[in-house]
Nanobody, 121 residues
């Protein structure tokens, strides 16, 4: 069993910054690719950024230059630093991780419950 928990969300003014964390726990052998996604009210969930185990990153177009994804493999934690926030960044932010579990050695995908980010204009 693997659990992901996001934290760091909250209310911030436009132009401000937030740092989200996604901490994984449980029967983890290794964590491979991890992604941050977000879902605004009435919209589909969209990809924000991804990071591979070796640290290769990729970003959705509108997030490039403002958001930075990083990870600490020793802590089984992935971060999303969000700068120059805009009202349109308001959403629930989720992390998704591909995890190799100790029980079987197989890789599964897991979602966290999400953390709310609200940017006031």
């Amino acid at each position: 069993q693997v659990q992901l928990v996001e934290s760091g969300g909250g209310l911030v003014q436009a132009g401000g910054s937030l740092r989200l964390s996604c901490a994984a726990s449980g029967s983890i052998f290794s964590i491979n690719a991890v992604g941050w996604y977000r879902q605004a009210p009435g919209k589909q969930r969209e990809l924000v950024a991804t990071i591979t185990r070796d640290g290769t990153t990729d970003y959705a177009g509108s997030m490039k230059g403002r958001f930075t994804i990083s990870r600490d493999n020793a802590k089984n934690t992935v971060y999303l630093q969000m700068n120059s926030l805009k009202a349109e960044d308001t959403a629930v932010y989720y992390c998704y991780a591909r995890v190799v579990v100790t029980t079987s050695g197989l890789e599964y995908g897991y979602w966290g419950p999400g953390t709310q980010v609200t940017v006031s204009s």
